[in-house]
């Protein structure tokens, strides 16, 4: 029995090792992210553009474009290649819980390229463009303020530079900053495990010392 008694006490330096384990990747991923990012750009508004922040990502940016609700606004592209896809997106700037979009794009031939309902911060998505063409987006406000907003493009972004390029806003933004997400998650449940571990463990410690 106190051969028991002595293993226990030893097993319960688990849980504080794997929650300690766990402190460090989620204190390495926020360094990770804050590297990438530093938190006065985070705090600050005026930087929190996703074109601001991952500047050279996209081949062009509209201005911002001001939407009062029930009213939309307009922007046009003009693509410079044929067979190749288009990436798009659309960010409300300084977005609020409730803010609901729809983005209907068309070509001046009126050909409908489709209708994307947007009610979080930002979308993206891509469009196979068979031929060269103007695209005319549409951005309806569907909620109850007034917003801003602001369209990005990029033209066969897999062959332009913008992924690939070692010194790439992908490569050195994007990438990190999912490096840093996947750990933090791992973090976290690293550290949970350890607390868990850690109170089984006092838990068996206490039984066995009743059972003395």
Same mark, same amino acid.
């Given at each position: 029995?106190?051969?028991?008694?002595?293993?226990?006490?030893?097993?319960?330096?688990?849980?504080?090792?794997?929650?300690?384990?766990g402190l460090m990747l989620v204190v390495g991923s926020l360094s990770v992210m804050f590297s990438v990012f530093p938190a006065s750009n985070i705090t600050n508004r005026d930087d929190s553009s996703i074109p601001s922040m991952f500047e050279g990502m996209f081949s062009q940016v509209s201005d911002n474009i001001q939407i009062t609700p029930g009213e939309s606004g307009?922007?046009?592209?003009?693509?410079?290649?044929?067979?190749?896809?288009?990436? @798009?997106?659309?960010?409300?700037?300084?977005?609020?819980?409730?803010?609901?979009?729809?983005?209907?794009?068309?070509?001046?031939?009126?050909?409908?390229?489709?209708?994307?309902?947007?009610?979080?911060?930002?979308?993206?998505?891509?469009?196979?463009?068979?031929?060269?063409?103007?695209?005319?987006?549409?951005?309806?406000?569907?909620?109850?303020?007034?917003?801003?907003?602001?369209?990005?493009?990029?033209?066969?972004?897999?062959?332009?530079?913008?992924?690939?390029?070692?010194?790439?806003?992908?490569?050195?933004?994007?990438?990190?900053?999912?490096?840093?997400?996947?750990?933090?998650?791992?973090?976290?449940?690293?550290?949970?495990?350890?607390?868990?571990?850690?109170?089984?463990? @006092?838990?068996?410690?206490?039984?066995?010392?009743?059972?003395?």
């Amino acid at each position: 029995m106190g051969f028991i008694f002595i293993i226990l006490i030893k097993m319960k330096k688990r849980g504080p090792v794997i929650g300690i384990i766990g402190l460090m990747l989620v204190v390495g991923s926020l360094s990770v992210m804050f590297s990438v990012f530093p938190a006065s750009n985070i705090t600050n508004r005026d930087d929190s553009s996703i074109p601001s922040m991952f500047e050279g990502m996209f081949s062009q940016v509209s201005d911002n474009i001001q939407i009062t609700p029930g009213e939309s606004g307009y922007f046009s592209y003009s693509t410079k290649s044929s067979d190749v896809p288009l990436l @798009w997106g659309v960010q409300i700037i300084d977005y609020h819980d409730g803010d609901n979009l729809s983005i209907s794009i068309s070509n001046i031939y009126g050909d409908n390229y489709g209708v994307f309902p947007q009610d979080g911060p930002i979308i993206f998505e891509t469009l196979e463009i068979t031929k060269s063409d103007t695209l005319n987006f549409e951005i309806q406000n569907h909620g109850s303020r007034i917003i801003n907003v602001v369209v990005m493009l990029s033209e066969d972004p897999d062959n332009s530079g913008a992924l690939s390029s070692p010194n790439s806003p992908f490569m050195n933004k994007i990438l990190p900053l999912a490096i840093s997400g996947i750990l933090i998650i791992l973090g976290i449940i690293t550290l949970l495990i350890g607390v868990i571990i850690s109170l089984v463990d @006092w838990k068996n410690i206490q039984n066995n010392k009743r059972n003395f």
